[in-house]
């Protein structure tokens, strides 16, 4: 069973909380696919060729068919000549979407939050309020907490608190709604507001 260590209002360790048995035989698999469709949804699909069909050009033969000694050609646009068209190349309307269910993406998240309470480093806080959006209040904290990397999961997002750690190039905060799968495992530390986390792990 893993569990979350539970951090009082000056960030210092004050219990632990355990985390259901269940998430321990939850598949890193779901982990997996949930990162692999992440990234495709988000992967630029830029590259495009002309086929001989699209690029300038005229379609005039460029020499006799026989006669001469070379492979008949019919069009200077076809992919053997420079400045003809691409055969096979890549096209910008590929769909790149790889689809991955509703529970399959909750058991990924589960999974990736198990993952961080088994090496110790999911942490419970109260609350996470940085009332006068001051940068340097926000390193303090992240640097007790996750003095590499740290992600900052709230219920409630506020735009001081987004002041306070966008200038943190290591450290990101988030509101629980935007939480998923791949943004908890790309963190060492993931450090959690305790409403936030209740609203994760509720039963649905």
Known sequence: MSK????????EKAGELAL??????????????????????IRQNGAHTKTRAAVSGTD??????KGGGRARQGSLKGPTFVGGGVAFGPKNTRNYEQKVNKKQKRLALLYALNKRASEG????????????GKTKEAAAIAKKIAPRDGLFVVSNLTDKNYLAFRNLPSHYIAEVSELN????????????????LEQITKED
């Open 4 to 11: 979350a260590t539970i951090l009082n209002a000056q960030f």
């Open 20 to 41: 259901p048995e269940k998430y321990d035989e939850i598949s890193e698999q779901n982990l997996y696919l949930y990162a692999k469709s992440f990234l495709s949804s």
């Open 60 to 65: 005039k033969k460029p020499f006799a068919q």
């Open 121 to 132: 480093a999911l942490f419970v806080i109260d609350d996470l309020d940085i009332a006068n």
């Open 181 to 196: 799968a791949y943004i908890a495992a790309s963190y060492r530390v993931i450090a959690i507001e305790k409403a936030a």
